[in-house]
Structures are given as structure tokens and as C-alpha cells.
């Protein structure tokens, strides 16, 4: 891949992202852990998904597992072998699951997750030669923005949940 061809990759990476980032701030507007993804394949976003399990009371609704299941829904099939999915933030053990079992071909993500990723952090299933599938994984694109959005939206729900729960306060418990 020459230069210009990685940069014109580059930039088409932060569109996708930018628009995983619009799904993360439907999220965060539902009081959802703000996270986004899309499904892009043959340079069209055939599905979106953003965090719903709290409004839904599903622990399985992860902005991946939405965006996977609505694009194996679209496409009429449960492979999705060309597809790449855009998440703003590193899949979990369940997500990396159903990228694997989907057959997605590449995941791009914005910014790692030390305490559940599973493309990199704690785990590395997208390489993990023992499973029948192996993913492509791009790190870190527009991760500044993807971060700053997490960290808002808990430090702004600390900081609530300081106001109104006095034992929070006089205590120094944290969220």
C-alpha cells in the first residue's frame, strides 16, 4: 500500500468513525454508556448500533451486537464476510464473539478498554489462532474524541450521583 493510499484509508476510517461517534451520542442522550458502531461494507453503512442494554434491560445489547445483528438482518445472511464494523471503543469478550462468529472481515475501533477489550488489551481474540476465524484490527482512530466522550459521561455521572447521594459525598465512595 503506497502513502497516498494509506492516508486516503486513513481518512475514510475517520468518516466511519464519525459516524459510530454520532451513534455514541444517541447513546449517551438515552443515559447509555456512550458507545457507537457501524457496519460499513462496499463503502456503504449498511447497519448502526449504539449501547441499549439499560433501556432495554438486555445485558447483550452492545453497540456491536445492535450493529451485527441489524446488518446480518439487512443482508439476509448471518456471515458478514466482507464487512468491517467501526466501534468507538475495543470489543468486549461477547462482542469479539460475534465479530468472530459473524465472520466479520476487519474491526477499526477509537480507544482501548484496559478492564474489558478483548482486541487487544485483556485478550486478543481477533488473532487467537485456535478459533476458526481471524479478524484484521485497526487501533486508535480518532481515539482522542472516542475517549474524551467515555470519560465525560462518567465524570458528569459521578459528579450527579455526588449531588444527589449525600453518603457519596461525606464519604468519598466513588461510582
Known sequence: MSCAELFMHTEQDRAWMHA???EAALAEAADEVPIGAVVVLEGQIISRGHNTPIST??????????????????MKNYRLVDATLYSTVEPCLMCMGALVSARIKRLVFGCFDPK???AGSLYNIALDTRLNHRLDVTSGVCEEE?????????????????????????SGNRL
Open 57 to 74: 434491560s438486555d445485558p447483550t445489547a452492545h453497540a456491536e451486537i445492535q450493529a451485527v445483528r441489524n446488518a446480518a438482518q439487512q
Open 116 to 118: 474489558a477489550g478483548a
Open 20 to 22: 459510530a461517534l454520532a
Open 146 to 170: 472516542c475517549r474524551t466522550l467515555l470519560q465525560r459521561f462518567f465524570r458528569e455521572k459521578r459528579q450527579r450521583a455526588t449531588r444527589t447521594d449525600p453518603a457519596l459525598r461525606l
